[in-house]
Every structure is written in C-alpha cells, then in structure tokens.
C-alpha cells in the first residue's frame, strides 16, 4: 500500500477524505461540484504543490497547517502523459483538464489517479476519488504540525 502526501489547513483535518474544498472551488483536475483529494508523492512535492497555492498570502496570516501521511489500497489508476489533453499545464486551467477524470471517477473505476505534476511533471500527484468505495481504506498514519521555513520566501 502507498503513501501519500497532502499539507492542509489544521482546522480541516476531520474532512480531509471528503473533497469538499475542491468540490466547492474545482481544481486542475475536477470542476466545481465534484469532489477529490489532492495527494502528492512524496512529502516534498506537496511542499512545492502547496506552495504554488499561497497566492501572496503573508506567511504570518497562513492558519495552522499540518502535513498528513496517508495510506492508500492499492486502486492505482496510473495515467500517462499521452493520455493527458495537450493543454494539462496550461493555466488558467481549461475546462477539458477539469472535466478529463470526470468520466472514471463517474464510474468509480479506482481510488486513485496517479497524474504528473504540472510544477515537476516527473513527479507524481495522486487524486483520491472521495465517493469510491474503498476511500474507508485509507489510514492516516502520520499527522504533523507544519510551518513553512522562512528561507523559502
């Protein structure tokens, strides 16, 4: 069973296999109204993955964050770069990327997609499908305060 990564907001933490914040703003991989969990990897790309999502926010007004470890089942859905509509990096987001999984995560075909990341496409995010029935697998395994450290401003 893999791991994966996610830094999130503390205060969120009871539902962080739901989906609800990317179901209620969508995202590169989802559209409004559908929900998933955005994991990385390794613990380092979901640095750089969350990094990218501050927009500007002053580092002294970020809530308590706190980086999870999660462990999957093995319901992998492993989607190569040739699989991907030619505009996946682009940014803003098309709707062709936000509605790419929509037709597997319709049909509950894994727990997770295994996509690159548009910030190093040779790293992996994996996307976990919040309605699929093996999502009750999923053990948290680690849970740790994060900070950012200030030598990355």
């Known amino acids: ?3 994966v990564y996610r830094i999130q907001k503390r205060q969120h933490l009871e539902g962080i296999l739901t989906g609800f914040g990317a179901q209620l703003y969508g995202g590169r991989w989802n559209p409004v109204g559908v929900p998933l969990v955005y994991t990385s ?10 990094l990218v999502h501050l927009e500007g926010t002053p580092w002294e007004d970020l809530p308590p964050l706190v980086l999870v ?8 859905d492993d ?3 040739h699989e991907l509509p030619d505009d996946w990096q682009s940014q803003p987001v098309p709707p062709t990327v936000q ?3 929509v037709p597997r995560l319709n049909s509950r075909a894994s ?3 295994s996509v690159p990341s548009v910030i ?17 697998e999923v053990k948290t395994l680690r849970v740790e ?6 030598r990355l401003m």
């Open 99 to 101: 509605h790419f999984l």
């Open 111 to 113: 727990l997770a997609y």
């Open 41 to 50: 990897s390794t613990p380092e790309l979901a640095l750089l993955e969350s």
């Open 79 to 81: 989607i190569e770069l």
């Open 1 to 3: 069973m893999p791991a």
């Open 120 to 136: 190093m496409p040779w790293s992996r995010n994996l996307l976990l499908d919040p309605l699929h029935p093996l999502i009750h």
């Open 69 to 76: 470890e999660l462990e999957i089942p093995d319901s992998l």
């Open 145 to 150: 305060d994060f900070m950012y450290d200030q």
